[in-house]
């Protein structure tokens, strides 16, 4: 159906509804997940509700939306809504792993699964991708997104919103809008302390791609911004998003945050809450039932139009002519059954698991493993089906999980493990039975990290070093005399400064989803590793916040290490930024990540030294792999303006190129970078670039590669 075609039939019911009906077209009700819903569902088919929530498969959707459509004067179904993280019934990896592999198409077709999937159980829209920004670890919800950087995160928003709508018939949901990921602390629902010009140059980047990949709504955040919270920041919705990024979607709340407009400070009471949240833009009140209580009220005082009410249920109406839900609102059972966790569903999270993980350290060629070698693996998380599944699952079971420690036995027959004891609850560990088990190997592989349980939406943790005994655990296996790696298990990056220094090796799978025969594959060597850290792991919890894209101060820290005054060891040089008592880099940089062979990358050399504001800028790198086996090379560019009207970033990234190499094979590659790449946001609120000079690296992560420079004028 062309817009056209859809403008003409949301104008037809408009001019056919009553309010009441117009008003239910932006209320959300939770339905439980029972056949049995009584009250609700009268409550639902009373007030018309557009949208309802905890839908749990096709034989519930069918009598829903039946009871809906005969409920409704005009035959409206319901949007059917659910929060589809990462997968519904079969369980990718957390986002924050899948940003790791920077691969878009891969992360493309991840949602793509995700969503065909939900909508075999009826659904019709997903409260997805998140696409905050995030560069405080301790924040639970950095698990749902793409970390920290603007340009990656933009990509991969881009991929997902892409991904979902080739599933065709699910609309997707861009979130949390805006600042989000900044919130004070780490702690969720907290203010979003930043000034506008980093709002638009580092958690704007995201939405915008979102919004010209053609999302179908948008969820404004928890938080507060420039002092007021997101739901009731009518200059962040309908100043910045529907004007300056031209979105035309429907603007729909997060769970009660209307109503929470008054724990803000903002509202006296629920009517007024009610208002400033409708007058911001807000379509569909999620939850908290204003709309419905007051809209009616606004109406008979004049406080709010029909052209308003208008405005808002068309937005509404326009998604679900949309995606289809007035062509198609029942669903099969049977191929209900057939897709969840079918063959290809699962095949593609098996990939995403072993393109997700990233290989962090590998010293005496710890991995791959060898069939042949004799491993004892240990960890109470090595044979939890529930950990790798992360705390947002949707429908997806434990029981469905493949466990690392069950993967590596699908690999080889030489796997003994040993739980250890229940070291995440923080109880000792059995030390002789570790020593026995230990004789009789030639490697250790300790599975350590975080239960399901502590990463998420409000599970921000204040430490975020492994939980528990593991360190001593680790430490302790660090004696035994036999080489030791360490596969982590978390929803967010952890402090493992400790654990690291005394392991040989050390693999970061996440929180993996369903199948850890993808990480088995990494680990044994049937699939090159090539994830990349899509967020720093910190050195220290001190250092938190922390993310490469800083910028240079006046006073930059130039890595010395000297003696100070008192003759106090310091790692840095006397009045510059730094810490006096810790390194000031992360223990591992953003876009780390190893793999089993080598690459070798040379200074970009520009097709020409200066170029006109708006050109595409074209350069040649050469690119080599100097190991031994074939292997994918994920190439970063990244990008510095040397003298801009504001600070901006030491570097930037701002290209990601997947370049397979077999061993020995060198290209020399033409690359370019859009116009786009050197742009920011001024003072001015505008997006364009400085005349001036600009500084190129190629590399494989923020850390190395020799810059060459270019002008634009």
């Given at each position: 159906m062309?817009?056209?075609?859809?403008?003409?039939k949301?104008?037809?019911?408009?001019?056919?509804?009553?309010?009441?009906?117009?008003?239910?077209?932006l209320?959300?009700?939770?339905?439980?997940?029972?056949?049995d819903w009584?009250?609700?569902?009268?409550?639902?088919?009373k007030?018309?509700?557009?949208s309802?929530?905890?839908?749990?498969g096709?034989a519930?959707?069918?009598?829903?939306?039946?009871?809906?459509?005969?409920?409704?004067?005009h035959?409206?179904p319901?949007?059917?809504?659910?929060?589809?993280?990462?997968?519904y019934?079969?369980?990718?990896?957390?986002?924050?792993?899948?940003a790791?592999s920077?691969?878009?198409?891969?992360?493309?077709k991840?949602?793509?699964c995700?969503?065909?999937e939900?909508?075999?159980?009826?659904?019709?829209m997903?409260?997805?991708?998140?696409?905050?920004?995030?560069?405080?670890?301790r924040?639970?919800?950095?698990?749902?997104?793409?970390?920290?950087?603007?340009?990656?995160?933009?990509i991969?928003?881009?991929?997902?919103?892409k991904?979902i709508?080739?599933?065709?018939?699910?609309?997707s949901?861009?979130?949390?809008?805006?600042?989000?990921?900044?919130?004070?602390?780490?702690r969720?629902?907290?203010?979003?302390?930043?000034?506008?010009?980093?709002?638009?140059?580092t958690?704007?980047?995201?939405?915008?791609?979102?919004?010209e990949?053609g999302?179908?709504t948008?969820?404004?955040?928890f938080?507060?911004?420039?002092?007021?919270?997101?739901?009731?920041?009518?200059?962040l919705i309908?100043d910045?998003?529907?004007?300056?990024l031209g979105?035309?979607?429907?603007?729909?709340t997060?769970y009660?945050?209307?109503?929470?407009?008054i724990?803000?400070?903002?509202?006296a009471?629920?009517?007024?809450?009610?208002?400033?949240g409708?007058?911001a833009?807000c379509?569909?009140?999620?939850?908290s039932?204003?709309?419905?209580?007051?809209?009616k009220?606004?109406?008979?005082?004049?406080?709010?139009?029909?052209?308003?009410?208008?405005?808002?249920?068309?937005r509404?109406?326009?998604?679900?002519?949309k995606?289809?839900?007035?062509?198609?609102?029942e669903?099969?059972?049977?191929?209900?059954?057939?897709?969840?966790?079918?063959?290809?569903?699962?095949?593609?999270?098996?990939?995403?698991?072993?393109?997700?993980?990233?290989?962090?350290?590998?010293?005496?060629?710890?991995?791959?493993?060898?069939r042949?070698?004799?491993v004892?693996?240990?960890?109470?998380l090595?044979?939890?089906?529930?950990?790798?599944?992360?705390?947002?699952?949707?429908?997806?079971?434990?029981?469905?999980?493949?466990?690392?420690?069950?993967?590596?036995?699908?690999?080889?027959?030489?796997?003994?493990?040993?739980?250890?004891?229940?070291?995440?609850?923080?109880?000792?560990?059995?030390?002789?039975?570790?020593?026995?088990?230990?004789?009789?190997?030639?490697?250790?592989?300790?599975?350590?990290?975080e239960?399901?349980?502590?990463?998420?939406?409000?599970?921000?943790r204040?430490?975020?070093?492994?939980p528990g005994t593991?360190?001593a655990?680790?430490?302790f296996?660090a004696?035994?005399?036999?080489?030791?790696?360490m596969?982590?298990?978390a929803?967010r990056?952890?402090?493992i400064?400790?654990?690291?220094?005394v392991c040989?090796?050390?693999i970061?799978?996440?929180?993996?989803?369903?199948?850890?025969?993808?990480v088995?594959?990494?680990m044994?060597?049937?699939?090159?590793?090539?994830?990349?850290?899509c967020?720093?792991?910190p050195?220290?919890?001190?250092?938190?916040?922390?993310?490469?894209?800083?910028?240079n101060t006046?006073?930059?820290?130039?890595?010395?290490?000297?003696?100070m005054?008192k003759?106090?060891?310091?790692?840095?040089?006397?009045?510059?930024?730094?810490?006096i008592?810790?390194?000031?880099?992360p223990?591992?940089?953003?876009?780390?990540g190893?793999?089993y062979t080598?690459?070798?990358i040379?200074?970009p050399?520009?097709?020409?030294?200066e170029?006109?504001?708006?050109?595409?800028?074209?350069?040649?790198?050469?690119?080599?792999?100097?190991?031994?086996?074939?292997g994918?090379?994920?190439?970063?560019?990244?990008?510095?303006?040397?003298?801009?009207?504001?600070?901006r970033?030491?570097?930037?990234?701002?290209l990601?190129k997947?370049?397979?190499l077999?061993?020995g094979e060198?290209?020399?590659?033409?690359v370019?970078l859009?116009?786009?790449?050197?742009?920011?946001?001024?003072?001015?609120k505008?997006?364009y670039?400085?005349?001036?000079?600009?500084?190129i690296?190629?590399?494989?992560d923020?850390a190395?590669?020799?810059?060459?420079?270019?002008t634009?004028?």
């Amino acid at each position: 159906m062309t817009e056209r075609e859809i403008e003409i039939k949301v104008q037809e019911l408009l001019a056919d509804m009553t309010v009441e009906e117009k008003i239910g077209q932006l209320l959300y009700i939770n339905a439980p997940r029972t056949f049995d819903w009584g009250s609700e569902l009268e409550f639902i088919e009373k007030y018309h509700a557009g949208s309802v929530a905890n839908d749990p498969g096709a034989a519930p959707s069918n009598i829903l939306q039946k009871r809906v459509m005969a409920a409704s004067p005009h035959r409206i179904p319901a949007l059917l809504c659910a929060d589809i993280i990462c997968g519904y019934r079969t369980i990718f990896p957390q986002p924050v792993a899948e940003a790791c592999s920077f691969d878009v198409e891969m992360i493309e077709k991840d949602a793509e699964c995700s969503a065909r999937e939900a909508m075999a159980a009826g659904l019709s829209m997903t409260y997805a991708p998140m696409m905050d920004i995030a560069r405080d670890p301790r924040w639970g919800r950095i698990s749902e997104g793409a970390g920290e950087d603007p340009y990656l995160g933009s990509i991969v928003a881009a991929a997902r919103v892409k991904g979902i709508a080739n599933a065709g018939g699910i609309a997707s949901c861009a979130k949390h809008y805006i600042g989000y990921g900044a919130c004070v602390g780490g702690r969720d629902y907290d203010a979003a302390l930043i000034s506008e010009v980093e709002l638009r140059n580092t958690y704007l980047p995201p939405f915008k791609a979102a919004v010209e990949a053609g999302v179908d709504t948008v969820m404004p955040a928890f938080n507060e911004t420039f002092g007021v919270p997101m739901h009731a920041n009518r200059y962040l919705i309908e100043d910045v998003l529907r004007g300056e990024l031209g979105f035309k979607g429907a603007v729909t709340t997060d769970y009660n945050a209307i109503d929470e407009l008054i724990n803000h400070g903002v509202a006296a009471d629920r009517e007024e809450a009610c208002l400033k949240g409708f007058k911001a833009g807000c379509d569909i009140d999620t939850g908290s039932l204003i709309f419905q209580e007051y809209l009616k009220k606004f109406y008979d005082e004049g406080k709010i139009t029909m052209e308003e009410l208008d405005e808002h249920a068309a937005r509404v109406l326009r998604l679900k002519f949309k995606v289809g839900v007035f062509d198609k609102h029942e669903y099969s059972e049977e191929y209900e059954a057939q897709t969840f966790l079918c063959d290809e569903f699962k095949a593609q999270a098996r990939e995403a698991a072993a393109k997700s993980t990233v290989l962090l350290k590998n010293e005496g060629n710890f991995f791959p493993l060898s069939r042949e070698e004799k491993v004892l693996v240990v960890g109470q998380l090595a044979d939890d089906q529930d950990a790798p599944l992360g705390w947002w699952r949707a429908l997806g079971e434990a029981e469905d999980t493949t466990t690392l420690l069950t993967a590596m036995r699908e690999k080889s027959n030489n796997i003994t493990h040993v739980e250890g004891g229940k070291l995440l609850d923080g109880e000792d560990f059995d030390r002789e039975a570790l020593i026995e088990a230990a004789k009789n190997c030639d490697k250790i592989v300790a599975v350590v990290g975080e239960a399901s349980y502590i990463s998420g939406e409000a599970h921000t943790r204040g430490d975020i070093t492994l939980p528990g005994t593991q360190t001593a655990f680790i430490e302790f296996l660090a004696t035994l005399g036999k080489p030791l790696a360490m596969a982590v298990i978390a929803g967010r990056p952890l402090v493992i400064t400790k654990e690291n220094a005394v392991c040989d090796a050390v693999i970061y799978p996440w929180q993996f989803g369903i199948m850890g025969q993808g990480v088995a594959d990494v680990m044994f060597g049937d699939v090159m590793p090539e994830g990349k850290l899509c967020a720093c792991l910190p050195y220290d919890m001190g250092q938190i916040p922390i993310f490469y894209a800083r910028v240079n101060t006046g006073r930059p820290y130039k890595g010395e290490i000297v003696e100070m005054s008192k003759k106090v060891s310091s790692y840095a040089t006397d009045f510059t930024c730094h810490y006096i008592d810790m390194p000031t880099e992360p223990l591992y940089t953003f876009g780390h990540g190893l793999t089993y062979t080598t690459f070798d990358i040379g200074t970009p050399v520009p097709t020409k030294t200066e170029w006109n504001i708006g050109d595409e800028v074209e350069f040649d790198v050469d690119v080599a792999n100097t190991g031994e086996r074939d292997g994918r090379l994920t190439l970063q560019l990244y990008v510095r303006d040397v003298a801009a009207e504001i600070c901006r970033p030491v570097k930037e990234l701002k290209l990601v190129k997947k370049v397979p190499l077999k061993a020995g094979e060198k290209q020399t590659l033409r690359v370019s970078l859009p116009a786009s790449a050197f742009e920011y946001y001024h003072t001015d609120k505008k997006l364009y670039a400085d005349p001036g000079d600009f500084m190129i690296w190629a590399a494989e992560d923020a850390a190395h590669g020799e810059p060459c420079k270019i002008t634009l004028k």
